[in-house]
């Protein structure tokens, strides 16, 4: 029976991933989240309480997966700023969560353990890398996390727009503008 439990609630996570990705929070609606998990709107709140607790957990287990497969290497900035590419282009919906959960948590919610944890680890393995002369210091440890994220992220925010302008151009060929773009901020 636990096995049936585990089972329900991974497939209500990916339906609810799915939802709240094309939604946000406040347009995702339970019952589609239902009907494409083959449960229940009971188990959901069951489960998760309420919609927003499915939303925390989407969020949060997406939150925990990015940190654990695309850990900080401060010797090679450029590369772990590719790797974040990666995990946008293979998993778009990310990009979209995290916007919503901007949009629709800032300032609404404490702050995720996971999250803070992780910028603390990240800034301090900066900070050590440019005491020791591998890295530049020429921005604060915080402010070069947040040039490196946001350089992985370019093409995953972009307008629909602007996407339109630059559909030609190839996963590999934005993969390198981000690693080029993350070593250009890093020469002296």
Do not use: C
């Not at 049936?4 to 799915?18: F, G, N, P, S, V």
């Not at 992220?153 to 080029?180: F, G």
């Amino acid at each position: 029976m636990a096995g049936d439990a585990e089972a329900t609630k991974k497939r209500l996570l990916q339906a609810a991933r799915k939802e709240f990705g094309a939604y946000g929070i406040a347009g995702a609606r339970v019952d589609r989240i239902a009907a494409e998990s083959g449960s229940n709107k009971a188990q959901i709140y069951h489960y998760f309480g309420s919609k927003d607790g499915l939303f925390d957990a989407v969020f949060n287990e997406i939150v925990e997966h990015t940190v654990s497969a695309v850990p900080i290497d401060p010797t090679d900035l450029p590369e772990y700023a590719g790797r974040l590419f990666d995990g946008y282009e293979q998993y778009p919906e990310v990009q979209r969560l995290a916007t919503w959960y901007r949009l629709e948590r800032a300032g609404t919610t404490d702050p995720l353990d996971a999250i803070v944890e992780s910028n603390r680890h990240k800034t301090e393995a900066i900070a050590q890398a440019q005491r020791d002369g591998v890295l530049p210091s020429r921005y604060e440890p915080i402010v070069l996390l947040s040039l490196v994220i946001h350089q992985a992220t370019l093409w995953a925010n972009m307008t629909p727009e602007y996407a339109a302008l630059v559909e030609h151009t190839s996963s590999a060929d934005r993969r390198k503008v981000v690693t080029e773009s993350v070593a250009a901020l890093l020469r002296d």
